[in-house]
T-cell receptor
């Protein structure tokens, strides 16, 4: 259980276009979803936290008009990079929380998607 | 600050044990996690430990927690080439879903 998918796994787009990335929890309902950005050989940087049906909470320094997050259901969150530029090129990873791992008892564990590599030309 | 520190690199020979260390910052963290990331992939949950535990063992993995020193370690017994990856520790401060990730340790297993 606790599988999270992302689509697409990679995308190349032209500068100025918008790109939408989907994050789905396949076998559980995600109370909260998170979006991270990871630069090469670096750790994950949390961009925003979203709860189903409410506005996302963005971390300091993350432009909410640039990175639009929608969490329309308990199994789907989307991140739209608007007017993408080469500096937005990165590896974007989502995670979902809400499943209690009954074998281990850890609540609120985050389960991660496989990531989406965005390249903006 | 909220820095979770890890050593950047570790190289071991196949069959040896690997020990990856992590120093975290928030003493209120209820759970501490270890994740594995292979190249170009997302993060795979390996194990976690509750803050009132000192040790947790799960097959080849042993997690040790020194709450006084805010030190967490992950020991991988009989390390295999398939264990080569980046390992992240993460703390989850009490009352929040958020994680604070460590800098990541790149483990290289030599055949």
């Amino acid at each position: 259980g606790a599988v999270v998918s992302q689509h697409p796994s990679w995308v190349i787009c032209k500068s100025g276009t918008s790109v939408k990335i989907e994050c789905r929890s396949l076998d559980f309902q995600a109370t909260t979803m998170f979006w991270y950005r990871q630069f090469p050989k670096q750790s994950l940087m949390l961009m925003a936290t979203s709860n189903e049906g409410s506005k996302a909470t963005y971390e300091q320094g993350v432009e909410k008009d640039k990175f639009l997050i929608n969490h329309a259901s308990l199994t789907l969150s989307t991140l739209t990079v608007t007017s993408a530029h080469p500096e937005d090129s990165s590896f974007y990873i989502c995670s979902a929380a809400g499943e209690t791992d009954e074998s281990t008892g850890a609540p609120d564990t985050q389960y991660f998607g496989p990531g989406t590599r965005l390249t903006v030309l | 600050g909220e820095d979770v520190e890890q050593s950047l690199f570790l190289s071991v020979r196949e069959g040896d044990s690997s020990v990856i260390n992590c120093t975290y910052t928030d003493s209120s963290s209820t759970y501490l996690y270890w994740y594995k990331q292979e190249p170009g992939a997302g993060l795979q949950l390996l194990t976690y430990i509750f803050s009132n535990m000192d040790m947790k063992q799960d097959q080849r993995l042993t997690v040790l927690l020194n709450k006084k020193d805010k030190h967490l370690s992950l020991r991988i017994a009989d390390t295999q080439t398939g264990d080569s990856a980046i390992y992240f520790c993460a703390e989850s401060p009490s009352g929040t879903y958020k994680y604070i990730f460590g800098t990541g340790t790149r483990l290289k297993v030599l055949a």
